[in-house]
């Protein structure tokens, strides 16, 4: 890395605006900035600069992501780019590190990504924590029954009942996103134009819902995309899954994101079905006695573990603290005898529960004596950390 110390940070500025969309368009093919302005949010996005010239940029994108059954605050960050003319210097490092101290500030628990490349978030202390998967279905596998009951199309007064019903299907997974109205603006369209919904209703609100297109493969072949779906229930799932069959006639294959395990998979009587890992997310913990007291813990587990902890890029998370946890909720206390030696980065995949503790102790990541190592696997138990869309 050549010098940073001249790179300043910041937020927008019209002076940089021509370099800035350029930059965009040379690094994500957008080429109409307004229109992915109104997809992307209206967050100002942050800035690296030296001596007044554009350099880089980074996107914050505000929603949740459920951690032990709760939403927990998360900034993402997305359109990470440099110019290209910068590249190579450190000035993406630079951004980012000061995006996270930033972040801090306002008091975000938690960040997340969908990284290029890890050597650049894990220089501002992000790691991989949960995997983001691709699943494709061939059409013709897919059981045409049951037919009842039915599905009708989504109507926009629909929104509400669609939220609750997502909500009921993925709260319990780890990693999946609680949505903006961005996010959720995105899940039901793309940047092809508005996906086609459809929402199968039941007694107490929406049982299943799906937004799909029909869209040309790589060998000339048309397959359906899903852009958000989901069920509460096994049955429900299995309905899904043969309405969708309903289009079998003409598309060859049903494609979707999804974590690494899919229950709705699961009501199938087959295997054939592709699962290709797209790819790892990442996680920066960011404010640690808020990521520590707004994700679930398990009810009934009482524990009092004592941490010392490192953060080369913020001060406050480092020292000795105390990780209480009774009746479902978690206190992050400062003190104690520090018999769990880990850093802030490497806590990011215990958090999530994408490696227990132990791993991360086998792997050299995390130090503490047996009964500790057991007490934290118990605490940090869950379901392996997914998602289903990027940002
Ligand atoms: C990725 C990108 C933002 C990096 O910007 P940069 O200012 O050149 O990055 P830095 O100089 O701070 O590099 C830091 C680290 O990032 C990684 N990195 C940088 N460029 C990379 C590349 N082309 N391929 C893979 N890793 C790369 C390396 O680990 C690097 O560390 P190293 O120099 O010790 O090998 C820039 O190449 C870019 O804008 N690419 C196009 C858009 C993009 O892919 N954005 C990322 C979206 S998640």
């Known amino acids: 890395m050549s010098n940073t110390s001249d790179y300043e940070y910041g937020v927008q500025k019209e002076e940089h605006q021509g370099a800035l969309e350029e930059t965009l368009n040379l690094s994500f093919g957008i080429s109409d900035y307004q229109a992915w302005r109104s997809s992307a949010g209206d967050e100002l996005l942050r800035t690296v600069y030296r001596q007044g010239q554009f350099h880089g940029c980074v996107l914050p994108v505000p929603m949740g992501q459920w951690f032990g059954g709760r939403s927990v605050p998360m900034i993402g960050a997305a359109a990470v780019a440099v110019a290209i003319e910068h590249r190579g210097r450190g000035a993406a490092s630079f951004l980012m590190r000061r995006f996270v101290h930033e972040m801090h500030g306002e008091g975000w628990p938690i960040s997340t990504l969908h990284p290029a490349s890890w050597g650049l978030y894990r220089r501002a202390g992000y790691e991989p924590a949960g995997s983001f998967f691709r699943y494709t279905i061939p059409m013709a596998r897919l059981p045409l029954q049951p037919r009842e009951p039915a599905f009708r199309p989504f109507h926009a007064d629909d929104q509400k009942a669609l939220e609750a019903a997502y909500t009921q299907a993925v709260h319990h997974r780890n990693g999946f996103l609680d949505r903006s109205p961005v996010m959720w603006k995105r899940a039901c369209s793309s940047h092809l134009g508005p996906f086609n919904g459809f929402v199968l209703p039941g007694p107490d609100g929406l049982q299943a819902f799906v937004f799909f297109k029909a869209l040309p493969g790589n060998s000339g072949e048309w397959n359906l995309e899903l852009s958000c779906y989901g069920a509460v229930d096994g049955e429900s799932s299995r309905r899904l899954l043969s309405f969708l069959a309903q289009q079998q006639t003409q598309l060859q294959n049903v494609k979707f994101y999804g974590g690494p395990q899919e229950p709705m998979l699961e009501t199938l009587d087959f295997r054939y079905f592709q699962a290709k890992l797209n790819e790892n997310w990442m996680v920066r913990l960011i404010h640690l006695p808020k990521a520590m007291a707004s994700r679930g813990w398990p009810l009934g587990l009482q524990a009092d573990l004592h941490f010392q902890v490192e ?59 047996p009964e500790d190592l057991a007490r934290l696997d118990a605490a940090f138990a869950g379901p392996a950390p997914g998602m289903a869309e990027e940002f």
Do not use: C, K
């Open 311 to 369: 953060d080369d890029l913020i001060q406050e998370n480092n020292g000795a603290f105390r990780l209480q946890i009774s009746g479902g909720e978690g206190r992050w206390i400062a003190g104690g005898e520090g018999r769990i030696q880990v850093s802030v980065p490497d806590m990011a995949p215990l958090y999530t529960s994408f490696h227990s503790a132990t791993s991360l102790a086998q792997q050299g990541r995390l130090q503490a004596p």
